[in-house]
């Protein structure tokens, strides 16, 4: 799995666009993007994942750049329960996970 | 999404004791599931993969006689915590995946152990 690296921590004003960015230099071809998050004391949640192509469901937005050396997490509309740590994986079938960014989403 | 349960979701054991924790997929059959321990304030560490009818391959660190790990169907994954010790006291969270990549994990909601 290729290291990724995030910064460990970011504030967000209620209702305005969360980005989270990643850096993941050392990926490889065949290594997807894949984002989790944990909210206090549960297990991760799944948000979406990528391999080139810039993706986009009902949850966030995954902007991964050409050279796929880093990647940006957008939650467009974020709210208080957004509050949670962040995880950005780069990788293959088992998930090794990093420090992540902790968001604090503020009224 | 897929849906994996975990229980107990909490647990108190008193030192020497065993504990198991259940891992079950609900809606889906996993070949594989994996096994992280979160102390707070840390990120999950990965301890084991379980294979269905195989013996888990453990990650460097972990003692296997002290997590024993049984996948015994494609719907159920075991940890056991053996002759627990306060140290032992963690967060413990299992994953499936449905097949290989690219799909995603799916997680258990987590079990917090703590051994007295």
New interface residues.
């Given amino acids: 799995d290729a290291k990724t690296t995030q910064p460990p921590s970011m504030d967000c004003a209620e209702g305005r666009a969360a980005n989270l960015p990643c850096n993941h230099s050392t990926i490889s071809g065949n290594e997807y993007v894949y984002w989790y998050r944990q909210i206090h004391s549960q297990g991760p949640q799944y948000i979406i994942h990528g391999l080139k192509n810039n993706e986009t469901n009902e949850m966030a937005s995954l902007i991964i750049t050409e050279d796929r050396k880093s990647s940006t997490l957008i939650l467009p509309h974020a709210t208080l329960r957004d509050t949670a740590v962040y995880y950005c994986i780069a990788g293959g079938f088992k998930t090794i996970f990093g420090a992540g960014t902790r968001l604090f989403v503020k009224a | ?1 897929a849906v ?1 349960s ?1 229980h107990p979701s909490r647990v108190i054991c008193k030192s020497g004791t065993s504990v198991k924790i259940e891992c079950r997929s609900l809606d889906f059959q996993a070949t ?1 599931m ?1 096994w ?1 321990r979160q102390f707070p304030k840390q ?4 301890m084991a ?1 379980s294979n269905e009818g195989s013996k888990a391959t453990y990650e460097q660190g972990v003692e296997k006689d002290k997590f024993l790990i049984n996948h015994a169907s494609l719907t159920l994954s075991t940890l056991t915590v053996t002759s627990a010790h306060p140290e032992d006291s963690s ?1 413990y ?1 299992c ?1 499936a ?1 449905v097949v ?3 799909t ?7 079990t ?1 152990l703590t051994v007295v």
């Fill in positions: 999404g994996v975990q594989t994996f992280y990120s999950l560490m990965l993969t967060f969270i994953s995946r290989t990549e690219p995603e994990a799916f997680f258990g909601q987590g917090r």
